[in-house]
């Protein structure tokens, strides 16, 4: 049996106001909170005892998920009392590992929507005698990520910045977010500060001679740190483009959970998700969006690619396209909101008060 550490600590900035009451691993992802979908596919990869690193809003985890064993796993939850990052998570948490020195552990971040063959990693890590072995996968623009460069055995070469320009790009290979660690190696990063294995830890072990081994993935692989890659992953959820055994229902056009209500001349596609209690009105249209608990899209609302707030409502023939609406918001009738808005947790916006002109 493989163990593994699920990192879910962060405070989600870039994803605010999504993160103001729910720590990003818990947003709603096609109808359930993200983490149940990488919890579910470690699971069904062999995986049965998981830490969770927390920070963030860490009070909100263990009552939901418990120990575990509703989905097969024996769930275990460390707090982290100061923000320690990547590497100093992972070490903060060793104590509660079972495994023997040389034996595997699996590590996720808690923010990674991925197709990823867990087994072939940690087949990959057996075979290869890596001290360390990372997920990467190729993206056809590298520049917002570090760069990871293999020889033509895998083998990790270097860790290399952001490219600032063309020449700097000598691989289209990324650092997925996913790695096995030797059990006696998570033991020798520092404790008691913060420590990133990105930007530390994984130099320091190459340039002391680490075998650090390198696995190519390029299955369906998506960063959520933004709104709008998260309301794209759970569209691809529910359209079966992103895998998970823990969708609640089928694979489609749209997936609305018992309780909430749609009009029957309400139109959903791409991918929209309906959660619990929430109401689609007459004649709306909701094309990949979330519309979660409790929230309310009133008659006639055209709304494309966004995310509605637990609790909030979107007035009559208002039109969303790419925008944030925060929990318990209220956005009033014959308003328009186009690319990049994003409305406060509560706030209110009065009717047709925000308009563009027809020929914008």
Known sequence: ???????????????RPLTVNTPKPMIPAAGVPFLTHQLARARAAGVEHI?????????????????????????????????????????????????????????????????LDIGALVTTHRTSGADVSLHLTRVPDPRAFGLVPTDAD?????????????????????NAGAYVFRRSVIDTIPT???????????????????????MVDSTYWL???????????????????APSPAVPGRR?????????????????????VVCEGATVGAGARIDAG????????????????SLIGAGARVGARTRLSHVVIGDG??????????????????ARLPAGSVRFSSDQ
């Open 1 to 15: 049996m493989t163990e593994a550490i699920l990192l879910v600590g962060g405070k989600g900035t870039r994803l």
């Open 51 to 115: 830490v969770l690193a927390t920070s963030y809003l860490a009070e909100v985890f263990e009552p939901y998920f418990g120990d575990g064993s509703a989905m097969g796993l024996s769930l275990e939850y460390v707090t982290e009392q100061e923000p320690l990052g990547t590497g100093g998570a992972i070490r903060n948490v060793a104590e509660r590992l079972t495994s023997g020195p040389d034996e595997p552990v699996l590590i996720f971040n808690g923010d990674i929507l991925t197709g």
């Open 154 to 174: 895998g083998r990790v070469t270097a860790f290399l910045e952001k490219p600032q320009t063309p020449e700097e790009i000598v691989t289209d290979q990324i």
């Open 192 to 214: 008691g500060r913060p420590v990133s294995v990105e930007r530390e830890t994984f130099p320091d072990l190459l340039s002391s001679g680490a075998h650090l081994q390198g």
């Open 223 to 241: 960063d959520l740190g933004t709104p709008q890659a998260f309301v794209r992953g759970s569209a691809d959820l529910v359209l079966g483009r």
């Open 252 to 272: 489609g056009d749209r997936l609305v959970l018992e309780s909430a209500s749609v009009a029957p001349d309400a139109k959903l596609t791409g991918g929209t």
């Open 290 to 305: 979330v519309v979660l608990r409790d929230a309310v899209v009133e008659e006639g609302a055209v709304i494309t690619s």
């Open 329 to 346: 918001a209220v956005v009033g009738a014959d308003n328009e909101l186009r690319e990049g808005a994003r409305v406060w947790c509560d």
